[in-house]
């Protein structure tokens, strides 16, 4: 425990932080359970967050892809993570903000990636292993999980076509309790394992572990709490979004959906490759609303969630280079500097966020989350 200095306990609260911010966005994984119907907002977030939790305990093979792979773990310093860590916060809190389910994973990445290339140089990023276990992925997990949701959702409208329609709306809603608690504890197993990453990245980086070692116990348990609880206390206007604003889904597409996302996270988390659950599901919710016919897509929703996915990396890469910059010229002030900026615009976008707030009750009443709320004329107006 002498390793741990000041620095380093400062680096691992931001990585929790960071962890209860990635919940925020991937409570959304539930929003196909709630939009059905198949269970109450309150329900689905409880059973999400404690099924994280579970799933923490799973696999450690993405944290190990963190903290030895995508950077060079004997030239960082506790400095760099830190920085990394305030882009990734700061880019979750500004896409929560506005209801887009960008990936927390490329936003982690994406900042660790530009704090260690100026802190660094450009010999601590291994930009080989970010483009096989990052990029690919992360081009190639929502288009799998999509064909795999629309053949699905064909053949389960096909086999059920002449059922009685409220029998199979019943049973797929019995079978969504079963597909949404498994996307949960396969989104454990994938995204708290990266907070596990960073926090073993950070103990190597200090002495305090061995080179290529993994996670303690402590680790694995205190990331698996965090995302869980970050899981269960936020989201909801990410799940507006996941849930009704992609299309219209029903049960029999939201199972299709969750088997898809939940097959797709955990082959990837086995194989080391750290992908983005959001970036899985919402492929699985548009291959499953292609595959019912006759079923609206909102392409302009999808969009935009395109768009943010392509801007996470550069974005979280600028504000993790900045914070590094500041931090490696400024030391101990710059470092205190730029937590004092961060923990200031975190705040501003928490109270920004309750001009427009979505709680339980209205999580399915619309199909965008805006920051400004709507007069009353518009409500419940498409965009």
Request: proline fraction near 3%.
């Amino acid at each position: 425990m002498d390793h741990i200095t000041f620095l380093v306990a400062v680096v691992i609260v931001t990585a929790l932080a960071f962890d209860f911010t990635n919940g925020f966005h991937d409570t959304a994984n539930a929003a196909t359970s709630i939009a059905t119907g198949a269970l109450k907002p309150r329900t689905a977030v409880l059973i999400s967050g404690v099924l994280n939790v579970g799933g923490a305990f799973l696999s450690t093979e993405v944290a190990k892809t963190i903290s030895g792979g995508i950077v060079d773990d004997t030239l960082v310093t506790p400095g760099m993570i830190f920085a990394g860590l305030v882009g990734a916060i700061l880019w979750n809190l500004l896409t929560w903000l506005l209801g887009l389910p960008s990936s927390s994973s490329h936003a982690l990445f994406g900042g660790l990636v530009g704090a260690v290339w100026v802190g660094a140089g450009e010999h601590g990023v291994h930009f080989d292993k970010v483009v096989e276990k990052v990029l690919i992925p992360a081009v190639a997990s929502p288009i799998v999980a999509g064909v795999a949701a629309l053949l699905a959702t064909y053949l389960a409208y096909k086999i059920t076509a002449r059922a009685r329609q409220d029998s199979v709306t019943k049973g797929f809603r019995h079978g969504q309790i079963a597909s949404a608690s498994l996307v949960s504890l396969a989104h454990g197993t994938n995204d708290a394992q990266k907070t596990m990453g960073v926090i073993t990245l950070t103990l190597i980086s200090a002495g305090a572990l061995g080179h290529d070692a993994g996670p303690p116990v402590w680790v694995i348990a205190s990331a698996g709490l965090a995302i869980g609880l970050g899981t269960y206390l936020g989201g909801r206007r990410i799940i507006r979004t996941m849930g009704k604003g992609l299309t219209d889904i029903q049960s029999p597409q939201g199972f299709a959906a969750e088997a898809a996302a939940t097959t797709v996270i955990l082959t990837s988390a086995h194989l080391g490759f750290a992908l983005s659950t959001t970036q899985v599901c919402s492929g699985g919710i548009l291959g499953a609303g292609l595959g019912r016919r006759l079923a609206e897509v909102r392409w302009g929703t999808a969009g935009r969630m395109v768009i943010a996915w392509l801007v996470t990396l550069p974005a979280a890469a600028l504000v993790g280079g900045v914070s590094a910059s500041v931090v490696k010229h400024g030391g101990t002030f710059g470092t205190v500097v730029i937590a004092l900026c961060a923990a200031a615009v975190a705040a501003f976008i928490v109270l920004a966020s309750r001009r427009n707030p979505v709680r339980a009750d209205n999580v399915n009443d619309a199909h965008e989350v805006t920051v400004r709320a709507a007069a009353p004329t518009t409500v419940g107006t498409v965009a």
